[in-house]
């Protein structure tokens, strides 16, 4: 790697310093003080409670946000306080952003506003973090499991799940013994 190169991934990782915060980022700080921003590998985070989640991401949309780009979420069992962090990706064309929110969701009570009011196509990524994690959506139209079998038990990417086996029998072939 070139001298250039590493200096720009090392710029690239720094991310924006708080003085340079766009305006319509520092609106949303404004009206939201609890939140917390902090620059994060390039992009702008704003670490949100529970509470003001949805007002934030409905404020977020009304002031250019118009793309939901994606729902996920970490399970950090045993390393923090606060078991899960729900990250929602939103981005403006219009003010050419991306903005990702981080909101810390407890595990003995995993729920959280669904956003699908505001952002259609947050539907699906809901449903799969519901499905693989178990973080209910209230307000969700149709919180049903999207990648595993209706009658699946337990969330296969929390960092507690069991991982088990499942036999595979090849056709055609002599059952091993």
Not at 74 to 86: A, N, S
């Amino acid at each position: 790697m070139t001298d250039e190169r590493q200096v720009a991934d090392e710029g690239a990782a720094e991310g924006p310093s708080p003085a340079e915060i766009p305006d319509v980022l520092a609106e949303l700080v404004a009206r939201f003080p609890e939140a917390v921003y902090a620059p994060s590998a390039g992009q702008h985070t704003l670490t949100v409670s529970r509470d003001d989640y949805h007002p934030l991401a409905e404020a977020a949309r009304d002031a250019g946000f118009e793309v939901c780009a994606d729902v996920t979420c970490v399970d950090w069992f045993r390393r923090r306080p606060v078991r899960f962090e729900l990250v929602v990706n939103l981005l403006s064309h219009r003010h050419r952003l991306r903005l990702r929110l981080l909101v810390p969701v407890p595990a003995d009570d995993p729920v959280v506003p669904s956003l699908t009011g505001l952002w259609p196509g947050a539907n699906f990524p809901e449903r799969e973090v519901f499905d693989m994690f178990g973080i209910v959506f209230e307000g969700h139209p149709d919180l049903t499991r999207i990648l595993m079998p209706d009658d699946w038990e337990g969330h296969p990417l929390r960092k507690d799940f069991a991982v088990g086996s499942v036999p595979v029998q090849f056709k055609a072939s002599h059952k091993a013994t």
